[in-house]
């Protein structure tokens, strides 16, 4: 069926801390489509798994009816087939289509921001899905309430089925998913090397993939066996600019991690204290160990203004001459960014 993986299964999706709620939430749509969680909804950074979870169920979906209709789609693929399907005067059976599938699984949803006709259609569309019973599932880069530029009676009905996050995946589940990987590829990854690469690329999973593909490469091209030594000869540019640059991405995991919230938590328009002030801290931390513009940095925290970045900036400078407790979480977090 059109847009549907094959190769994205639960079968070789491992599963940690990071993604337990989502993964445990899809199996059970791919159970009980329609009625468990309608829609499924999965949030967070990119390279996270959402993708490769809402094939997953779709797949599952086809094992159990083959003749069940599936439909995959990027929410821009979405906003472009009704656009052409408007010149061409064929809305209804644009219509039709989407309102005859078993599942609907639109990927990537930020994509309808400010797109207002396509936001009436889909809002439509996903109302008479509901009411037939037919599972839709939606991702997003972000918590949908926090989305500018997306209606919110859509906001609020996604927020009728299940809304989970996915977590970047924590040490532990990047060694098993490099170790999972290797094994596909039929590779002897010994564990100390799946650890080595594990603690150093630490964004998210895509990346691992691609660190791990270009460790392979190399070991098939050389002959060498697959050890911390080839590691470092392969990964060589990409270890040095990570030993040069704390990314943000690094900040905000560790802020999150130190303070024991979630990533998705400082990107959120939280203000609550226990919220905003890891955020302002993870903003000064990003001012001064990366060579982001302030804009970039705002951006990168859920689209904020480079006034709000600037403001946490000397929030924190002053706090870190008037509060002992700011000025050792600050001491500890820069210890384990730059070390
Ligand atoms: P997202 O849609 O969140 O940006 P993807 O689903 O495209 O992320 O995942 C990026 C890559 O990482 C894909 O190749 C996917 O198969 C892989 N991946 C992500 N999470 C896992 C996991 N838990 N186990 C195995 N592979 C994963
Ligand atoms: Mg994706």
Not at 64 to 88: C, G, I, N, T
Not at 115 to 131: C, G, I, P, W, Y
Not at 147 to 161: A, I, N, P, Q, T
Not at 194 to 202: G, L, N
Request: hydrophobic fraction near 40%.
């Amino acid at each position: 069926q059109p847009g549907l993986l094959g190769s994205y299964t639960f079968d070789n999706f491992v599963e940690g801390k990071s993604n337990q709620l989502a993964l445990a939430a899809a199996r059970q749509v791919a159970e009980n489509p329609g009625s468990a969680y309608n829609p499924l909804f999965l949030y967070g950074g990119v390279g996270l798994g959402k993708t490769h979870l809402m094939h997953a169920v779709g797949n599952a979906l086809r094992a159990d009816k083959p003749d069940a209709k599936v439909v995959y789609l990027h929410s821009e693929r979405f906003v472009a087939d009704m656009v052409k399907a408007l010149q061409l005067n064929a809305i209804n059976e644009f219509k039709r289509f989407y309102r005859s599938v078993d599942a609907l699984l639109i990927d990537d949803i930020q994509f309808f921001a400010k797109k207002d006709r396509s936001q009436e259609e889909f809002f439509h569309t996903f109302n008479a899905l509901l009411e037939g019973g037919q599972q839709m599932i939606l991702t997003c880069d972000r918590y949908p309430k926090e989305l500018d530029g997306l209606e919110e009676r859509l906001k609020s009905r996604f927020g009728w089925g299940l809304t989970v996050a996915v977590e970047p995946p924590e040490l532990e589940t990047r060694v098993a998913i490099l170790m999972n990987k290797a094994n596909q590829a039929g590779i002897e990854l010994p564990p100390e090397a799946a650890f080595f690469i594990a603690q150093r690329i630490r964004s998210n999973v895509r990346e691992l993939e691609g660190a791990l593909k270009r460790v392979i490469a190399s070991a098939h091209f050389t002959g060498k066996p697959v050890d911390i030594e080839l590691i470092k000869e392969s990964l060589k540019d990409l270890l040095a600019l990570q030993d040069k640059q704390v990314s943000l991405d690094n900040i905000q995991r560790t802020v999150a991690e130190y303070y024991k919230i979630k990533v998705a938590d400082l990107m959120s328009r939280r203000r609550s204290r226990s919220v905003a002030r890891p955020r302002q801290v993870a903003m000064t931390l990003a001012k001064e160990l990366t060579n982001h513009s302030l804009p970039e940095i705002g951006d990168s925290f859920g689209g904020r203004d480079h006034t709000t970045v600037l403001h946490a900036c000397r929030k924190i400078k002053e706090l870190r001459e008037t509060s002992s407790d700011i000025r050792e979480d600050y001491k500890n977090l820069l210890r384990s960014l730059t070390t």
